[in-house]
């Protein structure tokens, strides 16, 4: 615990920590070119290619986050034994990134998420992919990994896009394990699992998956319409905390019997793509330090609005969110 410790003390020390990731990783492609014509095949542009790069995508955003924050990330996740498998491992890889918790199978295909960029105008988007859950043994697998890399972590991230890595079954399993382990476990969950992080540390959907998760609507402008939402959630689900984020109107925090509200800060936003990565990212490693809620919520609340004035997906980055949490004197 050191929540009494200076801004500068607490951004060293997220240096030292090592943060487990499970979830759905993932490939993403971006293919850059110029439409100079129309298709005399059919009434669609055609992109004459100029580039192509890979990224990390899904949980592999959350990755490069924590990394970008100084912390050690440890990836948990089942991918293909395909080409685009050995692509990501090979992203992993070139990064100086641990793939010992990457499990391949041969029945499963790597997400692969292409955009078609026409300057910077997205022309389509192609989706090579699979929502099926993982199979008995994989999921096994996958929890004996977690279980193994648990005890050499700080904290646990549950990084869910609904593509079939985590189940209620590994979800609960590997949950108790973390908490007999006294391992802070906190999740972004998708509407599949929604229901299913019970006994979790700290839970942080959007407004959006909050409504649709609890199959309930609210007025988030009404305070106690609003808490009568967050309470039913952490009673539901036995959760520790929750933390939301509420696009322009900010985040809200529950947690450690401490309620807090920011605003959004006022910023150019060119693309809020990936913001919710980093702000899970920021809030599990504070957690994982034992930090104030409000430190918590602030400092995950500047991350996110500090990303969205980047175009693209791109991690937060480290010395300029503390500057701006030392000008905004979040402690």
């Known amino acids: 615990m050191i929540n009494t410790a200076s801004l500068e003390e607490i951004f ?3 240096n030292s920590l090592r943060v487990l990731i499970v979830g759905d ?5 971006y293919v850059w070119g110029r439409v100079d014509r129309i298709s005399p095949e059919a009434p669609v542009p055609v992109v004459t290619v100029q580039r192509r790069e890979l990224r990390l995508g899904g949980a592999g955003n959350v ?9 050690e990330p440890i990836i948990c996740s089942v991918i293909g034994t395909d080409e685009p498998g050995d692509r990501l491992i090979g992203q992993l890889q070139e990064s100086g990134l641990y793939c010992d918790g990457l499990i391949r199978s041969d029945s499963r295909m790597t997400t692969i998420k292409e955009r078609i960029m026409a300057g910077s105008q997205q022309v389509v988007r192609v989706d090579t992919e699979t929502d099926q859950y993982i199979s008995e043994s994989e999921r096994n697998l996958l929890i004996a990994k977690a279980k193994e890399l648990i005890p050499t972590c700080q904290v646990v991230i549950f990084q869910d896009y609904d593509k079939g890595v985590l189940s209620p079954e590994a979800i609960a399993e590997i949950t108790d394990f973390a ?25 942080k959907p959007n407004l959006k998956e909050l409504k649709e998760g609890l199959k309930i609507d609210f007025d988030v402008t009404k305070t106690g319409e609003f808490q009568a939402a967050i309470d039913q959630l952490k009673a539901r689900m036995s959760l520790k905390g929750a933390l939301i984020t509420l696009s322009e109107r900010g ?21 809020v793509s990936g913001a919710g990565d980093t702000v899970i990212s920021v809030a599990a490693c504070c957690v ?25 997906v791109v991690p937060i980055n480290k010395q ?10 979040l402690l």
Do not use: W
């Not at 908490?179 to 839970?203: C, I, M, S, W």
């Open 251 to 271: 985040v809200f925090i529950d947690f450690q019997g401490e309620i807090h509200r920011f605003p959004a800060h006022i910023r150019q936003i060119s693309d």
């Open 12 to 14: 060293e020390a997220f």
């Open 288 to 312: 994982a330090l034992g930090l104030a809620p409000r430190f918590i919520a602030g400092l995950s609340n500047l991350a996110g609005g500090l990303v969205c004035e980047s175009l693209g």
């Open 320 to 329: 300029r969110l503390k500057t701006e949490a030392i000008k905004e004197a």
């Open 25 to 29: 990783v993932m490939l993403d492609s």
């Open 63 to 71: 990755i490069l986050n924590v990394r970008a924050l100084g912390a």
């Open 179 to 203: 908490n007999e382990q006294g391992v802070p476990t906190v999740v972004d969950p998708k509407k599949r699992n929604f229901l299913a992080y019970h006994h979790t540390t700290l839970f």
